[in-house]
Each structure stands twice: as C-alpha cells, then as structure tokens.
C-alpha cells in the first residue's frame, strides 16, 4: 500500500456530479485540482450498508474541507451509472457536494495497494494529499467499520499548520515547541 510521502498516483475516472443524466458525468483526473489539497475516499461497494452513512457524513462536512482548500473525492470500483442509481436511490445521497469517482478498471485502487485480497474491492480508505500531490494521511478501516470524517478533518487541520500538533490536537489549539 502506498504511504506517507508518496506520489499519490496519476489518475483519470468518471465522476458523477448530479442526479440529472444529461449533466451526471464529468472526467477528473490529478490535474483537475492542482495546487489544492484533496482528500481522496474509498468505500468497497455501492448499495451497501456501512458506505453511504460515511459518504453522507462526509457530505455534510464538504463546506469545512471546501474552507480549508481541500477537494473531497469519493470512489469506488462501482462504474458511475451504478453511482447514478445510488444517488437516486439514496436520499442522503441525492445532492452530494463531491463527486463519486468510477474506479471501474480499479487502476487507481491497484496502484494504491488497496484492493482487498478477499472481497476484490477497494478498502475503506482515505487519503490526504497535499497540493504538490504527495500523500500526507492513510487511514484504513476494516470492511465492516465506518471511518470518522471529523477525524480525517482534524488531520487535515493539523497538517495544514506546518508545526509540531500533540495527540487529540484540534484546530485552535497550542501546536508544540520543539526544543
């Protein structure tokens, strides 16, 4: 798996960005927010029951990360009009401020290591990347278990001060002196 201080990888997906078919899909690849942060989200499947209260908590988080420069992405191996019939389907996911990446060929998954061996999907994994492209925050959770946002905000927060921040750290707070 790719780690800390790594490239994030090159990548070109589908997106979807509304519900309305004519306007649904959109190609994004690294180049579509150079110089921003991004924080990069993978959920093993759509129609599932863990995914969407992640996604929509992420959601509801979009105008925080937005504050702070950062480009939410979702993604998963899912093709984007199995995205589009989620959306639809989903209430708390109908009018999602972030795009849903189709990481359909699983390239970017595979190049990040993160194909779970098992289930053939991506893992539940997030990814801070910094605005020169290099990976800043893992955080994999077990298939089964939500992943916190906040959490992922809180690193973001942290990282974004350029100083030393002690555990539990939030936005705010006295960073550390080094000696």
């Not at 098992?118 to 994999?140: H, K, L, M, N, W």
Request: hydrophobic share 45%; glycine share 6%; charged share 25%.
């Amino acid at each position: 798996m790719l780690g800390i201080g790594q490239k994030f990888p090159q990548y070109a997906l589908t997106g979807v960005v509304s519900n309305d078919l004519a306007n649904a899909f959109k190609p994004f690849t690294n180049d579509s927010f150079r110089g921003k942060w991004q924080v990069v989200f993978f959920w093993p499947k759509d129609f599932t029951f863990v995914c969407p209260t992640e996604i929509a908590a992420f959601g509801k988080l979009e105008k925080e990360f937005k504050a702070r420069d950062a480009q939410l992405l979702g993604a998963s191996v899912d093709s984007e009009f199995v995205h589009l019939a989620w959306r639809k389907d989903k209430e708390e996911l109908a009018k999602l401020p972030f795009p849903m990446l189709a990481d359909v060929k699983r390239e970017l998954s595979a190049a990040l290591g993160i194909i779970d061996p098992a289930a053939g999907v991506s893992q539940r994994a997030t990814y801070i990347v910094d605005p020169e492209g290099v990976i800043r925050f893992v955080y994999v959770t077990d298939l089964e278990v939500g992943r916190s946002p906040d959490e992922v905000l809180r690193v973001l927060d942290a990282l974004q001060t350029d100083e030393l921040c002690p555990c539990n750290w939030k936005k705010g707070d006295e960073t550390l002196k080094a000696a």
